[in-house]
């Protein structure tokens, strides 16, 4: 209940309440403003509409279990998620990612990152009313999670980064794809900019509403594109280069006077700054292992293996791509606790058979070291990070994520105070607010 | 640099502060609850300049004997360092000062631990639970709080009331 704002009201002043669902809360949150007129004197946000428990039901699943729960967490870039819990527990075992799963790592990680700064500015966008930009930003985000699908066999749940690696590699024809979403996008940005850049209805809710000083944003916390707007330099991906990005060649943009319009322009230069890593991870990722198109049916390969063992490959099911042991020294780090045991081996084999229970029985599998880590990775709404406490045992003693978009979120509150009713909505959208981030 | 700062922490603060890893990227330091708005103030401004508040929550660590222990991430920008300041608090009736005077975020952060761990945070000016709802009974993120424990039906209640 916004008991603050209600306890503090002018007693001539109104309050009005916006959501829990109203169309432009994206999601679950309610804000309570008091105004007098068409001005807000104090705001007040609820949020928790969306909390799950995820930090405690964390505490109660092992350290491969949990990775799906990552995926619910920004669930309009999941694989920044995965990659970033990914990360907290290889930094804790001390695990190498192999030079490929990095590539792939990175690719997936920036197709993300464009597909969260479409949905950011599309619905932002949509709700100042320029419905034609959405519809252009929800067409490129459908060729980008084509990529997606195309490789981890979902759009939005995916779990495909896993420890040690990557699930799977990338399929044929991955590259055709990349380069087909990589050029749509550029049109489709090319269009926004056109729509957008000099509209003067756009400019007038986003020009000089919702600014926020440099000292603010850095006091709340704020990371991202949102405090790159405000002239911070501060990059995740540069300060502290993880996989290969101190490899890559791309510009980190940077705003000036921290209002909404240049929220909406940092991410639009950050866009493009993507695609130019799409583009050169693809120019340098070398072609996968030939794929084992031909093989024996599992069937005849359980039968055959209770007589001998089978050495002939055998043909996995579409479900189960990528777990063939031939590719695994590519997209899985070596080390037998690390990853999931080859599929082929563990139907086929009593050695891969053990090995899988060996994996998956309580108390074995990933077990870091005692001893607590953070990692963090560039998120589509900023540093997304992971504080580990492990106690030596399969399950974290305790897990923690630092959303980006509750120190955001956090901030509404003061940056709508003196504004119009309407500059809460392109303000609020141009924080892009993930409920299952924020809420947890 | 880690060297160095452990130095720097050291001699500025003789009690009450101890670096527990120099580790590169993982400079741990544990502060007495005494003094940690003290240090966290001198932290904050120069020459070490740690202007941003990264996290903050708690740990809940009684069942390995000890109380609750509060973890803070600071974030300097002008130097890219980070640090992670650790206090130790009572297991019971955990309490410590609040951070809000020195970073805006800290408001709701320790709103959020207050909810999900019933550490008690004084000078915040406005300390209530934030993701759970007012009713909600228990702090969920104790370690002595059932995974599945169901909480009491709330009141209907009436838009008067």
Known sequence: MPERIAAEARRDSLLLNLGPSHPAMHGIIRVMVELQGEKILNAELEIGYLHRGFEKTCEAKTYFNLLPYTDRLNYVSPLLNNLAYAMAVEKMMGITVPERAQAIRVLMSELSRVSDHLTALGAMAMETGAFTVFLYMMKAREYLWDVIEWTTGARMTTSYIRVGGVRADLEPGTRERVALAVKETRQVLKDVHGLLDGNKIFLDRTRDVGVISREDAVSYGWTGPCLRSTGVYYDVRKARPYLIYDRLDFEVPLGERGDNFDRYFVRMLEMEQSLRIIEQVMAALPAGPARTETGIEPAEAIAGSRRKRELRPVRLSPTLEGSESGRYPGIVAPGASVAVPPKEETYTTMEGLISHFLFFMKGRGLHPPPGEVYASVEGGNGEVGFYIVSDGSDRPYRLHLRAPCFHLTAALEQMVRGALVADIIPTFGSLNMIGGELDR | ?161
Not at chain 2, 19 to 46: H, I, N, Q
Not at chain 2, 71 to 78: A, D, G, K, N, P
């Open chain 2, 1 to 161: 640099m880690a060297e160095n700062l452990s130095r720097v922490l050291t001699e500025r603060f003789p009690s009450g502060l101890e670096v527990l890893s120099d580790a590169p990227g993982d400079e741990t330091v544990a502060v007495g609850e005494a003094v940690l708005l003290d240090a966290m103030t001198w932290l904050k401004g120069r020459p070490l300049d740690y202007a941003m508040l990264l996290d903050l929550t708690c740990l809940d660590e009684r069942p390995l004997g000890r109380g609750f222990t509060m973890v803070y991430h600071l974030l300097s920008l002008s130097r890219n360092h980070r640090l992670r300041v650790k206090v130790a608090l009572a297991a019971d009736a955990p309490a410590v000062g609040s951070l809000t005077g020195l970073w805006k975020n800290a408001d709701w952060l320790e709103r959020e631990v207050y909810d999900m761990f019933g550490v008690q945070f004084t000078g915040h000016p406005d300390l209530r639970r934030i993701l759970m709802y007012e009713g909600f009974e228990g702090h969920p993120l104790r370690k002595d709080y059932p995974l599945r424990k169901r909480q009491p039906r709330l009141k209907e209640r009436t838009p008067d009331a």
